[in-house]
Nanobody, 126 residues
Framework: QVQVVESGGGLVQAGGSLRLSCTAS????????VGWFRQAPGKEREAVSC???????YYAGSLQGRFIISRDLANHAVHLQMNTLKPEDTATYYC????????????????????WGQGTQVTISS
């Protein structure tokens, strides 16, 4: 079964931290960029971050400095460390595999990705 699976979501207080993880089965993240998106109720899905296979990372401007994306090569996983969380970070967070190894200028576009996870809920209380 081909799937992308997110984990690590939960309920935390404002100012806290969470680390999301993304793994794949039936497909590989090797030689592919991987991105994170989020969608809050009533809002459109927005790009959060992307990591290229060779290492370069990209962030939504408003999130840089609080979120850190990283790749765990040994475990074929991608993580999103989220710090100093705010109530407006509340959303369902999705992980997606890019068609190729680069995030490129289109990293924030959903059609840059071919496989998506089902999402993990992140709720930040004030």
């Amino acid at each position: 079964q081909v799937q992308v699976v997110e984990s690590g979501g939960g309920l935390v207080q404002a100012g806290g931290s969470l680390r999301l993880s993304c793994t794949a089965s039936g497909l590989t993240f090797d030689s592919h960029a991987v991105g994170w998106f989020r969608q809050a109720p009533g809002k459109e899905r927005e790009a959060v971050s992307c990591i290229s296979w060779t290492g370069p990372t990209y962030y939504a401007g408003s999130l840089q400095g609080r979120f850190i994306i990283s790749r765990d090569l040994a475990n074929h996983a991608v993580h999103l460390q989220m710090n100093t969380l705010k109530p407006e970070d509340t959303a369902t967070y999705y992980c997606a595999r890019a068609f190729d190894e680069r995030c490129s200028d289109s990293w924030s576009q959903p059609n840059h990705y071919d496989y998506w996870g089902q999402g993990t809920q992140v709720t930040i209380s004030s």
